[in-house]
């Protein structure tokens, strides 16, 4: 690829004598977002989100965990008693996400790359699906937990006592006689720390490479 060519498509490079001479302002940007790309990946082997299930019948409670790609926990007991009043079974929930859901990170993790190599204002369309990712997560998750409990099986057993419901995905919930409680996974607080370093490194971004485009526009006319 000539240089003509890379500048159109990547932006203004940076010159021996500018990167000597003020070197953290132009390499920051890339720090960050590599900085961005190690939690993203870090985050693929712990949890994203976990619930605890208070019932009566289990004294120390039963514990959920979800990851990117698979469900851990008490997964069998609490299926066990959302069979009783007509949930599915949670494995059939996020079915397409669990199973592309890594390769979704790792897609991130390369934007990310390109991005940091990117020095115009379109490296932004590059990293802002890592910024939204926990929000869609989590949205994600609400959709799911709202479809399955506003849909019960009216022919379980316990189908009359208890209304169609939406459980939280955080915070404390009552479902009949039983408590939830659901909070962000270590995996998720890695995103989100991501989220917050990818605006970082947009703001750097923007305040070492927009001069130089814009001098690069200025001296093509």
Do not use: C
Request: charge should be negative.
């Amino acid at each position: 690829m000539s240089s003509t060519l890379l500048q159109k498509v990547a932006g203004p490079r940076v010159d021996s004598d500018a990167m000597a001479d003020d070197g953290l302002r132009y390499r920051l940007p890339y720090l960050l977002l590599l900085a961005a790309r190690i939690l993203i990946l870090v985050s693929l082997f712990l949890p994203y989100w976990e619930m605890d299930l208070v019932a009566p019948q289990y004294p120390d409670n039963l514990h959920l965990t979800a990851y990117v790609n698979n469900l851990g926990g008490d997964v069998a007991e609490i299926d066990g008693l959302n069979h009783y009043i007509g949930m599915r079974p949670l494995g059939e929930a996020a079915q397409l996400e669990r199973r592309y859901g890594v390769f979704a990170l790792v897609g991130l993790v390369v934007m990310l790359e390109i991005a940091a190599l990117v020095h115009r204002r379109w490296a932004t369309l590059l990293i802002l699906p890592g910024i939204l990712f926990p929000a869609i997560f989590l949205l994600d998750l609400h959709l799911w937990m709202s479809h399955f409990g506003t849909n019960l099986d009216p022919y379980a057993p316990l189908s009359n006592s208890i209304e169609p419901f939406v459980p939280p995905i955080l915070g404390v919930g009552e479902i009949g006689q039983f408590k939830t409680i659901a909070e962000p996974g270590t995996g998720l607080w890695l995103a989100i720390g991501a989220s917050v370093v990818m605006l970082l490194a947009l703001w750097f971004h923007r305040r070492a490479f927009r001069p130089l485009v814009i001098e690069a526009k200025s001296g093509a006319h």
